[in-house]
């Protein structure tokens, strides 16, 4: 019988008696496994089902099969035409307004959408009372209906027959909205949905001209049309009949492309923690094979006794541990498929984004892989040095340890098949880069850590503590065999992220909500007509409270080309992209702003009327490659303007003042129909008289609080940090197993050590004051070192990455560590309870 055959065959029997015992030994193997693979399946899965949820209802999400959208302008009769041909047509209009109660003047931002008789193409709205929305909105006793956002009819307290007044017109509430099918589409919203008739807008007056309006035609294609490659060409003719339209045209392929990409990312992320998790869990599985071949030191003499070589003995073993690991994988397979489905059964409410459940094949074979290489990776080790001991050595092994390093080949083997886990994750990740770092940054901290176990355990030989108690537990720290490497680098590992994460969570909510709002204006007033202008800024500035009022005219503009190079052909670097994507505010100034510092070049004459020129965001410029005299084509109100880059200034955008990243010279822009933008900066008692008192003056006038804005922006990095906490936690939980797997693997060293004391008159007390003195200073060491990194990791991303001010947060360094310390200490006398118990004589008679 060959060599491979026969180690099937034996380890075919082993695997049936360790079937027989309930896998003893290896459960820890199969828990760590299996939670590591299922955190990365189910991160994928609930991945694969929301994007897939945005293909497959596009249609639904965009509104229509394509839909065009125009700032400012309505399209006109040439371009409606080609719209209108052979297409239906939905047409409607999205502005930001003040919505007003007539019976208490309370009042708030709203995102306000008038719709025609035709919406919505596709989907359906669901109103409650249940009505159709035609019927809801319609002209009835000489007063339109109006349909809102449940949270707009708590906060106004409102009920169904209420008169709400938007700009100049009052408006019935109908119904409240419980479902708007693209509302997804529309991305980040500062307040709530109101919709009214397209009918009923002029009468608003909130639309004039320059107003910040956003004009959608919404298509449903002829059915033969409807298939991508007739959507993609009819888009491609609609770019060939207006190439300066300066829309934004979008089809359903690719129906909410922000929130698609906010998914991906997340998923990434959150795909690496569950790949940290299984590292941490890699440890517990090195532990679990250890541990099952230091109980099976008899049968692998037994078998090197007889003549069996060595690689029978490595084949033996790594048939039952990759036959267990794979009943490991298949749990968390298991689990991982399940849990898009219960996350929509549990939290399916909150997440906007619709999911399209099903069994996705793709991220549960990569979960699998990334199993199958952990697995295999950290079972090498062991295995390989349980195959070079010798026979005789194997049977002293329980008084003096082996200590040597497997063949340089089985070394060479564990670093390959590490090198091709990392492979691995760069290769199938949307964002290689961001994939490389973090595993860069992950084998860091655990080799930080490994050095940090040795060092603790370097440390703990050289001290000589008081009492015999603390000598003893220092000594348990480097004793042969001692879980001090395996913990340290299991919890470390997983109280590094939870640390790194806390950190910078806290940093971006205290520059949010304290740092920031010291800084920001109160308002932000946009849509002031021209020929409000000096009259809102009187009425304002004569407000009691005002300390600062500021304003520049404001229109939007898209980039279309640089250098006479399109901007879809351009590739910037990663932190420019989003200056290319959409439309940007720009302005238009004849003397440089008091906010920003000039870099390079010089700003134009206050009274300059030469060719146009243009100042651009320095950071932003050197991320599109520009330098100065380059040529910057924008799109503005259908209109194709050239202007040369004649300065770059360091822009203060954390102020939240006025800041535009590029700002025109005086010319053609001044005869553009356009707006003014306002700050206010007010005593915070007086902001709800000051937006009341504008909203009565200056009904089409919108006023955004920052302090509102910027609590929404808090809820969603809120809800982000807590989905990484949550997964995050399944790391520590690996990391508790590991410590669990430690405590069994090491439980008979333990209860000789502990029946030898009470032998020689120590009590169950001193021997249980022993084992918390290690497990304390085990989990301090730990938690210290996870602090400590975790706090450099955090610093670096909040401090290089987000060029934030670091703030230390004690307080949380404080809970982990001393969190870290008390979960060592009760896992650790968990574990190590029943050595209390041995008793004396049966021990001393197996020694």
């Known amino acids: 019988m060959n060599t491979l055959a026969l180690a099937f065959r034996l380890a075919r029997r082993e695997l049936r008696a360790n079937l027989a015992q309930g896998f003893a030994g290896f459960r820890i193997f199969l828990a760590c496994l299996a939670l590591g693979v299922a955190a990365i399946a189910g991160v994928g899965s609930v991945s694969t089902a929301l994007t897939r949820g945005l293909a497959e209802r596009g249609q639904e999400i965009l509104g229509g099969d394509v839909d065009v959208r125009l700032i400012h302008r309505e399209a006109n ?266 996350t929509d059964r549990v939290v399916g409410d909150l997440i906007p984004v619709p999911a399209a459940l099903g069994l996705y094949p793709g991220p549960l074979l990569l979960a699998a892989a990334y199993g199958l290489l952990t697995a295999l990776a950290f079972a090498i080790w062991p295995l390989a040095r349980a195959r070079e001991v010798p026979a005789a050595s194997l049977f002293r092994a329980i008084v003096a340890p082996e200590r040597q390093l497997p063949k340089p080949l089985y070394i060479a083997v564990t670093a390959a098949t590490l090198l091709a886990l990392g492979v691995l994750a760069v290769v199938t990740a949307e964002q290689p880069l961001f994939a490389l770092w973090f595993i860069l940054g992950a084998a860091g901290v655990f080799a930080l850590l490994r050095l940090a176990a040795a060092g603790v355990m370097g440390l703990a030989a050289r001290l000589h503590g008081r009492s015999p108690e603390m000598r003893l537990a220092l000594a348990n720290l480097t004793r042969p065999g001692s879980p001090t490497p395996a913990v340290m680098l299991s919890l470390g590992l997983g109280l590094t992220l939870l640390v790194t994460v806390s950190l910078i969570n806290g940093n971006l909510s205290s520059e949010i909500m304290k740092d920031i709002p010291g800084r920001a204006p109160s308002f932000f007033f946009v849509d002031i007509q021209p020929d409000q202008t000096d009259a809102f800024e009187s009425f304002v500035r004569g407000t009691p409270g005002v300390t600062k009022f500021d304003s520049a005219p404001m229109l939007r503009g898209r980039i279309v080309a640089l250098n006479g190079i399109v901007a879809d052909k351009i590739k910037p670097a990663s932190n420019a992209e989003w200056a290319l994507k959409g439309d940007r505010g720009i302005t238009y100034s004849g003397t440089p702003p008091a906010n920003g510092k000039l870099i390079s070049g010089k700003w134009w004459p206050a009274d300059y009327k030469g060719p146009l020129l243009v100042s651009f965001a320095d950071e932003l410029a050197k991320g599109l490659g520009l330098k100065l005299g380059d040529k910057i084509t924008v799109n503005v109100l259908g209109r194709e303007i050239e202007a040369t880059l004649a300065n770059t200034r360091e822009v203060d955008w954390q102020s939240l003042g006025i800041n535009f990243v590029m700002i025109f010279s005086p010319g053609p822009l001044e005869a553009a129909p356009h707006t003014e933008l306002a700050t206010v900066t007010m005593d915070e008692a007086g902001e709800a008289a000051l937006e009341r008192d504008v909203v009565a003056r200056f009904p089409n006038v919108t006023s955004v609080r920052v302090k509102e804005a910027l609590d929404a922006v808090n809820t969603l990095l809120g809800q982000f940090s807590l989905a990484v906490r949550v997964t995050g936690l399944v790391t520590l939980a690996a990391g508790i197993l590991v410590l669990a797997g430690a405590m069994a693997a090491g439980f008979r060293g333990r209860a000789r050590d502990a029946v030898i004391l009470k032998v020689l008159g120590a009590t169950r007390a001193r021997v249980l004051g022993i084992y918390m003195r290690e497990y304390a200073a085990l989990g301090f060491s730990t938690a210290l070192v996870a602090a400590l990194s975790g706090s450099v990791a955090a610093w670096a991303v909040v401090s290089l990455v987000m060029e934030m001010p670091w703030v230390p947060l004690w307080g949380t360094l404080a809970l982990t560590i001393l969190g870290a310390t008390a979960a060592t200490v009760g896992l650790g006398l968990l574990g190590t309870w029943r050595v209390l118990s041995v008793p004396a004589a049966g021990t001393l008679r197996a020694e």
């Open 77 to 342: 009769a040439a371009e409606l035409a080609f719209l209108s041909k052979g297409n239906v047509v939905s047409r409607s209009a999205e502005l930001r307004a003040m919505a007003r109660t007539v019976s208490n003047d309370k009042q708030s931002l709203v995102e306000l959408k008038a719709v025609d008789g035709l919406y919505p193409l596709y989907g359906a709205m669901k109103l409650a009372p249940d009505m159709s929305l035609g019927r809801a909105l319609a002209l009835r006793d000489g007063r339109y209906g109006l349909v809102a956002e449940p949270n707009l009819v708590s906060r106004l307290g409102l009920k169904p027959g209420d008169t709400l007044r938007v700009g100049e017109n009052l408006f019935e509430l109908r119904a409240e909205i419980r479902h708007e099918p693209d509302r997804v589409g529309d991305g980040f919203a500062l307040g709530p949905r109101v919709m009214i008739a397209e009918a009923a807008l002029p009468a608003t007056e909130l639309v004039q001209p320059g107003s910040l309006v956003n004009y959608h035609y919404r298509l449903r294609l002829p059915e033969a049309m409807r298939d991508v490659p007739s959507i993609k060409a009819w888009v491609k003719s609609l770019d060939a009949a207006f190439p300066d339209a300066g829309w934004r045209v979008q089809d359903r392929t690719d129906s909410a492309p922000s929130m698609r990409r906010f998914v991906e990312r997340v998923a990434l992320f959150l795909t690496f923690v569950g790949l940290t998790a299984l590292t941490v869990g890699g440890v517990g599985i090195a532990n679990a094979v250890k541990s099952y071949l230091d109980g099976k030191r008899e049968v692998i003499a037994t078998f090197k006794c007889l003549g069996a070589p060595g690689s029978l003995i490595f084949a033996i073993y790594l048939v039952q541990v990759m036959a267990l690991a794979l009943a490991g994988i298949a749990v968390g397979l298991a689990i991982g498929a399940a849990v898009p489905f219960v």
